[in-house]
């Protein structure tokens, strides 16, 4: 019982805080929430293209704590995202997120790819996006591009050092 009261106090706590954000702030929470893992102020901008004064709403959304800001020591710099609580809330009680907004996320989670953060875990995160925006070309695309390539180099590597390295080391003489 006391477990149902509290989840139905979190229930309307998070409503009558919802309920306090202007028209833009709650556009902000929504489409923030298209992204999946923490992005810097270029990934906000990135969905906020059409939205005056974005920053403002943005400040309110971390005091209210629905956003959370940290750092990214990769970038050096301050990177936000929707709350895990708010998330899943919004996930449940507001309606989809809509395609354009999740591809604008992708395409985001693309240029950090590309120009930001060249790395396998931000390939899987845009992976992720496109295949949540429902663009199964473009996820597609990137596995071609960079994923399979990244694979392909580890089984090149690990059947370097299994399969050829082994036998080669046996048969090398040992040198003064």
């Not at 005056?52 to 959370?68: A, F, H, I, K, Y």
Request: aromatic share 8%; hydrophobic share 45%.
């Amino acid at each position: 019982m006391d477990q149902a009261q509290e989840g139905l106090s979190l229930h309307v706590a998070v409503e009558k805080t919802l309920s306090l954000l202007t028209e833009n702030e709650r556009r902000l929470l929504d489409r923030l929430s298209a992204f999946e893992t923490p992005v810097i102020e270029d990934g906000v901008q990135a969905l906020c293209l059409d939205l005056e004064e974005w920053r403002p709403d943005l400040d309110r959304l971390t005091d209210l704590s629905l956003v959370e800001p940290s750092k990214d020591t990769f970038l050096n710099r301050i990177q936000f995202i929707v709350s895990p609580f708010i998330s899943e809330w919004l996930a449940k009680n507001s309606e989809a997120i809509p395609l354009d907004v999740l591809n604008q996320s992708a395409a985001y989670q693309e240029y950090v790819l590309g120009h930001l953060r060249p790395t396998i875990e931000q390939a899987m995160v845009a992976h992720r996006a496109w295949n949540k925006a429902e663009n199964r070309d473009l996820a597609c695309d990137l596995v071609q591009k960079v994923i399979y390539k990244y694979f392909y180099v580890k089984a090149l590597y690990r059947t370097l050092a299994e399969e050829w390295l082994p036998p080669l080391l046996e048969t090398m003489p040992l040198s003064n």
